[in-house]
């Protein structure tokens, strides 16, 4: 296993300081956002253009510094119910598929996503219908496209899970249409699922690991329960996002599951805690963090 770094996690960051920041951590990998650029999302590749910041030009400058490039990071709705909005987002996904494939294979992450208007059972059987098509391009490709387990609570306007991937029973049928998870076990807590009892009969399957925290407050929980704030839907949940270490996910046994399974592939670092700042010192003292975590467990 290799440790690494979510480019999205520094926005403000060019792909050269980023790859920098990674180098002197002592990282392996980078995991590079892929969002179309000028959209608001981070991106550190332009996947619809070979040249300039392109897929030749991130290549060099990735293993310039000693990384790897472990996936491109695309994560936005397929299932978006504006068909206009989900035709971009399956041209820029397929955009992305190839770029993986002229670097190298890498995997390709995104979202089933889901229109918030229609039931479960109408977004999965449209799922059913366009998945395939994308599976067969990276196919092609040679490139695995996986699903992270994200439940994207800020999609759907009452606060349910807006991404349709977020549990196992849902990770048996998106493997059913060919993908791949992107495990993240800091948005299982907020489920009440186990990170590692959920993660240990699928390993074979995960393409893909970001490592974030999570970390649970009881006094919250007790007031909303688990749908978490109806009414003061302005106010935070009963559970945040932590730095790997500052939370209760036990990543001794996530990645001593992971090895169990034979995954030799990538973690890779997400810092997105809203209790840390965002200048470059706090950035950098989040990094150290999670790589004083993470680091003697990938190695061990």
């Not at 990645?255 to 030799?264: A, F, K, Q, S, V």
Request: charged share 25%; glycine share 10%; net charge negative.
């Amino acid at each position: 296993m290799k440790l690494g770094l979510l480019t999205a996690s520094l926005p403000d960051e060019s792909l050269t300081g980023v790859a920098e920041r990674a180098k002197a951590a002592g990282l392996e990998a980078l995991e590079v956002a892929a969002w179309p650029p000028g959209s608001q999302a981070p991106s550190h590749v332009d996947a619809t253009h070979p040249a300039g910041q392109g897929t030749e030009w991130v290549r060099s400058e990735i293993a310039r510094h000693g990384c790897t490039l472990s996936a491109l990071a695309y994560y936005d709705n397929p299932l978006h119910p504006d068909p206009d909005e989900r035709e971009r987002v399956h041209r820029h996904l397929r955009a992305c598929i190839t770029a993986a494939g002229r670097l190298g294979g890498a995997p390709v992450g995104t979202f089933i996503g889901r229109d918030p208007t229609r039931t479960v059972a109408e977004n999965l059987a449209e799922a059913e219908r366009i998945f395939p098509p994308l599976v067969e391009q990276a196919t092609e490709q040679g490139v695995r496209l996986m699903i992270e387990n994200c439940p994207k609570h800020d999609w759907h306007p009452d606060g349910l899970p807006g991404n349709l991937a977020y549990s196992p029973e849902l990770w048996e049928w998106l493997f059913d249409l060919g993908l791949y998870l992107n495990y993240d076990p800091s948005h299982l807590p907020g489920l009440g699922i186990d990170p590692v009892a959920a993660l240990h009969p699928y390993v074979g399957r995960v393409a893909h690991v970001q490592a974030k925290d999570a970390e649970v407050l009881v006094e919250r929980r007790g007031r909303y329960g688990y749908p978490g704030p109806v009414v003061e839907r302005d106010e935070p949940g009963w559970w945040r996002y932590r730095v790997p270490g500052l939370g209760e996910i036990d990543w001794k046994h996530v990645i001593d599951t992971l090895r169990e399974g034979d995954y030799g592939g990538v973690i890779s670092i997400e810092l997105e805690d809203p209790t840390r700042g965002d200048t470059p010192g706090d950035v950098q003292a989040e990094l150290d963090i999670a790589c004083r975590t993470l680091r003697p467990l990938v190695a061990a």
